[in-house]
């Protein structure tokens, strides 16, 4: 921990926007003789939270909601308040809202996390730093999925031989949609033979034609039916390599999809702020991040998503990325990020098994 995360915790604390301050000094020093010097009594907190039984005893009292909240930071960096109060305002659900602020504000006054405002006036939460080293070792990525398990998955399918075979059969016959949404006979039975997974059951083939949509490699005609572009695919194959899947999916929803209402019940990547290659970088960062081989119960699964999401959010935005900072304070927009990307993955097969609980991973992580 450096001197500058030390002078920010300190600052912050004399500061003392949430009274934890004082609060922890009555609770472990007892009453307080006045006038008293907040210097020296931030001094004492600091000697007081080094001491070994002082850590230990923090640690283990920590419950899993700490534990999920220690290991997000660990992951991601210090998280602005907004995203963080906003996920755990999700994962509470509508009757859990005022539980979930009251376990970050009393985690705040327990002096493990501590709300800081930085140089542009938006705000974090962070780890103490007396505490930082003690409670990060104490936690890890089975934090933020305890009920996750190994499994034996079926082999997950690959969504750009789903992208490929919709193409190519689309290109091959002379009427490929016999309405806005439905692959007339010829054409299913091209994509049957290729990969027969694209046209079971759930939104796989609505959301591949949404992608390849918004990619520009289907456009609409007259009677507002897709038409398969193949020059335009193989040109964006050309040019993004092995960039092509994820910026397929994170092209979802770009331009207008008539009729395909299976890809509208799912949620899309919000682009209010990200630009096209961002929104790859993110779905190309969140399904090679994440360990092969598991079944995670839904939310656990947003938790490694939202993790993984927001420190690529904050190397960008450290980076001097206008939009992205914008973003980072928006919570409401960075969880319909994650929770865009998580029905979208599970939609298409990248993480098999997905329901309203569980969603898997595959072992061959793209």
Not at 95 to 114: D, E, K
Not at 149 to 171: H, N, Q, W
Not at 254 to 273: F, I, Q
Request: hydrophobic letters at 50%.
């Amino acid at each position: 921990m450096g001197a500058v995360e030390m002078k920010r915790w300190k600052d912050a604390l004399i500061a003392d926007r949430d009274d934890a301050l004082i609060a922890a000094a009555l609770r472990w020093f007892g009453p307080l003789k006045t006038p008293f010097n907040k210097h020296e009594l931030v001094a004492r907190i600091e000697g007081f939270l080094r001491r070994d039984e002082t850590v230990g005893a923090i640690v283990a009292l920590l419950d899993r909601t700490d534990r999920l909240v220690v290991a997000m930071i660990k992951i991601a960096g210090d998280i602005p308040c907004s995203v963080l109060e906003r996920f755990l305002e999700h994962r509470a659900g509508a009757v859990g809202v005022p539980a979930a602020h009251r376990r970050l504000g009393n985690m705040v006054s327990r002096l493990i996390l501590f709300r800081y405002r930085d140089d542009e006036g938006a705000d974090f939460y962070g780890i103490a730093p007396p505490l930082q080293e003690a409670v990060f070792a104490a936690v890890s990525e089975n934090d933020l999925a305890p009920g996750a398990v190994m499994a034996e998955l079926a082999e997950v399918p690959d969504p750009l031989a789903g992208f490929c075979a919709l193409i190519s059969a689309c290109a091959q016959v002379k009427v490929a949609f016999r309405s806005r949404a439905v692959l007339s006979r010829s054409a299913s039975a091209l994509v049957e033979a290729s990969a027969p997974w694209v046209l079971g059951e759930g939104n796989t083939f609505a959301l591949l034609l949404s992608c390849l949509q918004g990619a520009g490699a289907f456009r609409i005609d007259e009677d507002g039916k897709p038409v398969a572009d193949p020059r335009r695919f193989v040109a964006l194959a050309d040019v993004l390599g092995d960039s092509l899947v994820p910026a397929l999916i994170a092209a979802r929803g770009d331009r207008s999809e008539p009729g395909n209402a299976k890809a509208a019940s799912v949620r899309d990547l919000p682009r209010h702020t990200l630009s096209p290659p961002l929104r790859t970088a993110l779905v190309a960062e969140a399904t090679v991040a994440l360990p092969g081989g598991l079944v995670f119960p839904r939310p656990e699964l947003e938790s490694l998503v939202c993790s993984i999401v927001v420190r690529r959010l904050r190397v960008l935005g450290d980076a001097g990325n206008r939009d992205v900072k914008d973003l980072l304070v928006n919570g409401s927009a960075v969880l319909d990020l994650v929770l865009g990307l998580v029905d979208t993955m599970i939609g298409l097969g990248i993480f098999p098994g997905g329901d309203a609980r569980f969603a898997g991973t595959g072992s061959g992580r793209r």
